[in-house]
T-cell receptor, first 113, second 108 residues
Framework: GAGVSQSPRYKVTKRGQDVALRCDPI?????LYWYRQALGQGPEFLTY????????KSGLPNDRFSAERPEGSISTLTIQRTEQRDSAMYRC???????????FGDGTRLSIL | RKEVEQDPGPFNVPEGATVAFNCTYS??????FFWYRQDCRKEPKLLMS???SGNEDGRFTAQLNRASQYISLLIRDSKLSDSATYLC?????????FGTGTSLTVIP
């Protein structure tokens, strides 16, 4: 597609469930980043990939969070055993390479009940 | 200390006014800087990159002062459509650090 696509747009789930958030970057973009954005805050780095390799996962809050990009295109951010504090907007961004400005998707609004 | 700090505002200015936002960054190794615009409930969008020599794009001017580690954005002749949150971004290594954003409302 023309832009970064994220799905689902909204996800409501009960505490303790696992969720998988999907990101389809701009075609040909090497770098893919995941962010979490709280209301009134800027995006907070979670992890990023160049091609299929996860380059940095230092921003993942704990081991319940993981991400993959197995074929160097679509990426999935998985949160296991969700907790209410995981509720936030999760944003994906891609760029031609890692030091270039990023293009963001619409985000997935995650609500944990 | 946060990597990037901005005054959250809000800035409320009349149409036609000039408004300036400043942003400071803590890591002298940061190599690139950007301003993003984010409308309510929308994704951040790149407004402009910031170069050491300063750069201008229409009504928008960005400046970088490496010695003082701050970045500025000047908006001239404000339009109603400029109302948004402006995010300052520093690239350090391969990580992008975003400020909390400065809220601007342009009033008719």
């Amino acid at each position: 597609g023309a832009g970064v696509s994220q799905s689902p747009r909204y996800k409501v789930t009960k505490r303790g469930q696992d969720v998988a958030l999907r990101c389809d970057p701009i075609s040909g973009h090497v770098s893919l980043y995941w962010y979490r954005q709280a209301l009134g805050q800027g995006p907070e780095f979670l992890t990023y990939f160049n091609y299929e390799a996860q380059q940095d996962k230092s921003g993942l809050p704990n081991d319940r969070f993981s991400a993959e990009r197995p074929e160097g295109s679509i990426s999935t951010l998985t949160i296991q055993r969700t907790e209410q504090r995981d509720s936030a907007m999760y944003r994906c961004a891609s760029s031609p390479y890692s030091n270039q400005p990023q293009h963001f998707g619409d985000g997935t609004r995650l609500s944990i009940l | 200390r946060k990597e990037v700090e901005q005054d959250p505002g809000p800035f409320n200015v009349p149409e036609g006014a000039t408004v300036a936002f400043n942003c400071t960054y803590s890591n002298s190794a940061s190599q690139s800087f950007f301003w993003y615009r984010q409308d309510c409930r929308k994704e951040p969008k790149l407004l402009m990159s910031v170069y050491s020599s300063g750069n201008e794009d229409g009504r928008f001017t960005a400046q970088l002062n490496r010695a003082s580690q701050y970045i500025s954005l000047l908006i001239r002749d404000s339009k109603l459509s400029d109302s948004a949150t402006y995010l300052c971004v520093a690239l350090t290594g391969n990580q992008f650090y975003f400020g909390t954003g400065t809220s601007l409302t342009v009033i008719p």
